[in-house]
């Protein structure tokens, strides 16, 4: 068992930066993309995918039975694309939300029986977007129950009700304010009579209205009787936030990486936890860093060096050679972990993952973490049933220094 304190890491494999890096001051600019269009970023025919790929025959629900045609013809009405692109609007959460493939709340499960499906993977959970997050809105729902979204990092369907739309004057002021960025996961937001409005996360802006010698003003949008935005100054303590990107230094990389070891597994955002790309994509917003939302996209950021042909021995000598530790995501398919360097000679991580995969008597099984752990690249090693070819060290495909030159997403 390695220890679980990021500290411990920091200290001993991280050099600090004294200086911010380019991609630090490039953050502001992707987070607002969805206020600098007109129409929606995307074309229909890039957006329907999941009507083309989630359909009767295969797919279970909440009863773990499979679902009826009945009930994908209805979520095809629904859906009323036909109308993409009809609002334009621009919007924003009101409190943490989820984005969906589907208008629905329901999950879609591919079979329970297998190891692997079932919950907590419900394919209809396409991401989750903080509260008060910028939004392009594309069309409602045929029912008006939901609308069609854009942040900046990912798309899908939102209750009508859990956002707020804005006009031009409102936009203006709302991204061309300086902004905080949160430091410290569930910090409760109050407004000024002292009436919880929603938490802090890891990952959150809101703009800023006055700075003072403890804290920080902020202003955070609700919603009126008449369904328009009602602006609140909120008071935030500066050891839950800060005004301008963080350096890359041990203390600053121990204490965002230990808030993110409070996380759970959390399928794109379900239940208001974390995946693997969303632990790494958070952790790095207060330091000015903009990642994409997915494993894949993340893992082509930087400087990439691929392990393509390359036996696991020389994939770890790689590592320690060109890795920078707490800068340097490896990848592989369907999972991203960040490098913390090496404890002991051994190669140890910081990743959010479900569980490791086992093969006993040809029955393939699941040893759930379903949490934020610091392991090594053979995590689970210890297990019955452990498959050497299936651990992550096997499986990698690419290693990246995020903060070097290389692709940058823009």
Not at 33 to 61: C, D, F, H
Not at 199 to 210: A, D, F, Q, T
């Amino acid at each position: 068992e390695y220890s679980q304190n990021p500290a411990i890491y920091s200290e001993q494999n991280v050099v600090d930066r004294t200086e911010l890096k380019a991609i630090q001051n490039t953050y502001i600019q992707s987070y607002y993309r969805v206020w600098n269009v007109q129409t929606p970023p995307e074309p229909l025919e890039k957006i329907i995918w999941p009507l083309m790929s989630y359909t009767a025959g295969r797919r279970y629900g909440e009863n773990l039975k499979l679902l009826p045609q009945e009930w994908f013809d209805t979520m095809i009405v629904n859906s009323n694309f036909e109308n993409y692109g009809s609002l334009n609007r621009y919007a924003l959460t009101l409190n943490f939300s989820h984005l969906r493939n589907f208008p629905t709340h329901k999950p879609l499960f591919s079979d329970p029986k297998k190891a692997g499906e079932g919950y907590p993977f419900d394919y209809l959970q396409n991401s989750a977007a903080h509260a008060n997050e910028p939004l392009f809105v594309s069309h409602y729902s045929n029912d008006g129950a939901w609308v069609y979204v854009f942040t900046a990092y990912a798309t899908g369907w939102l209750p009508s009700s859990s956002v707020v739309f804005l006009d031009e004057k409102q936009v203006i002021e709302w991204k061309e304010s300086r902004h905080i960025r949160f430091t410290k996961e569930f910090y409760p937001l109050r407004d000024e009579d002292g009436h919880f409005v929603f938490n802090s996360r890891v990952g959150m802006l809101l703009p800023l209205l006055k700075e003072e010698k403890d804290s920080y003003v902020v202003k955070v949008s609700t919603i009126d009787a008449f369904n328009t935005p009602h602006f609140l100054e909120v008071k935030i303590p500066k050891s839950a936030a800060v005004l301008h990107p963080l350096l890359l230094e041990r203390s600053n990389l121990a204490a965002l990486s230990s808030e993110m070891m409070q996380s759970n597994y959390g399928w794109g955002g379900l239940n208001e936890s974390r995946d693997c790309s969303s632990t790494v994509r958070d952790l790095f917003t207060p330091f000015g860093i903009w990642l994409p939302r997915n494993s894949f996209r993340q893992g082509q950021i930087g400087r990439v060096i691929s392990f393509e042909n390359l036996s696991n021995d020389k994939k770890v000598t790689l590592i320690k050679k060109e890795g920078i530790p707490f800068e340097t995501l490896l990848y592989l398919r369907g999972h991203i972990v960040l490098y913390l360097g090496e404890y002991e000679g051994t190669i140890m991580i910081l990743h959010n993952m479900w569980g490791v995969r086992t093969l006993i008597d040809g029955e393939e099984g699941r040893v759930v973490i379903g949490r934020t752990v610091i392991s090594t690249l053979e995590i689970g090693k210890e297990l019955e049933g452990y498959q050497s070819e299936k651990s992550l060290l096997s499986k990698l495909k690419s290693m990246n220094i995020i903060t070097e030159n290389g692709s940058v997403e823009d």
